[in-house]
């Protein structure tokens, strides 16, 4: 389990990133959700040991990781944002390369430790193949397997799917998800639908500070009754706009099809629907924005 309580840091140029973070997040695939700015990266650096907050703890399974950073990393996998690799050498090559700086010194261990995670992240057929052919999914993929090299108990991916494309993407979450099972996996992402099918428990997170936190599908439930749906000319957008609190807007056949937030029915031509997470969210961030 890893607990964070009361996170601060404010950047020097005043910029407020976490704004009083507390989350619990259990063994299982945990999805961070929040716009991009919302303070995901800086809290998974945090949490990482990249940089220290101004406040706040963190605890990993009894270990003050602020504190026992060392013990901390032997422990992380970490995959970060801008993942760079070198597009001359081959995955085997540079996977070989990250073990030895994980400590991995001896020879037939580290060749066991690389082949195994090559299968397990399926690029074993790939494996000598220059890193710059790879495509978007599959330098993912490698980054995943170098965070997995000594087996860590806490992984931090930080917007592992952006520019993947579906199948891609399916792949890799697939994948955080079987890594799910015996660890901590946080992922952090700004698309609603990594988050909706695989995630166990989930927070979303706006401006520094925590909105919802729970099971993405008890957060669902809880908003039942009170999203509806409405298709309308065009012409008819901006009046409704000024009326309802509107979740979400998609052309279908060309004409607006809005969601919007209701606690009791709104008639005027509205039908319930079905809310999913992606109403739960822009609930969320709409009523955060009119909070502010
Ligand atoms: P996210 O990952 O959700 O997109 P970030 O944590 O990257 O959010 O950014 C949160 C806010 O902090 C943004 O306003 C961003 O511009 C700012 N920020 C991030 N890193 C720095 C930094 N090193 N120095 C100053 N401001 C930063």
Known sequence: MLSIRDLTKTYANGVRAIAGVSLQIPT???????????????????????????????????????????????????????????????????????????GLTQRAQRREVVDALLHKVNLWDARKRKLGTYSGGMRQRFGIAQALIGDPKLVIVDEPTAGLDPEERNRFLNLLSEIGEKVVVILSTHIVEDVTDLCAHMAII???????????????????????????????????????????????????????????????????????????????????????
């Open 28 to 102: 299982g695939l945990f999805g961070l959700l929040g716009p991009n700015g919302a303070g995901k990266s800086s809290l998974m650096r945090t949490i990482a040991t990249l940089q220290e907050p101004d406040s706040g703890s963190i605890d990993f399974n009894g270990l003050n990781v602020l504190v026992e950073k060392d013990a901390l990393r032997r422990q992380l996998g970490y995959l970060p944002q801008d993942f760079g690799v070198y597009p001359k050498v081959s995955a085997e090559d540079l996977l070989t390369h990250f073990a030895v700086l994980k």
């Open 206 to 292: 706006n401006r520094g500070q925590v909105l919802l936190t729970g099971e993405p599908h008890t957060t669902i439930q809880a908003l039942a009754g009170q999203v509806w749906r409405k298709q309308l000319d065009k012409s008819e957008l901006a009046e409704h706009q000024s009326r309802y609190q509107i979740l979400s807007t998609r052309l279908v056949g060309g004409r607006p099809l809005i969601h919007v937030f209701s606690e009791s029915a709104p008639g005027d031509g509205f039908v319930a629907v079905e809310p999913d997470l992606e109403d739960v969210y822009f609930q969320r961030l709409r009523q955060h924005a009119r909070a502010a």
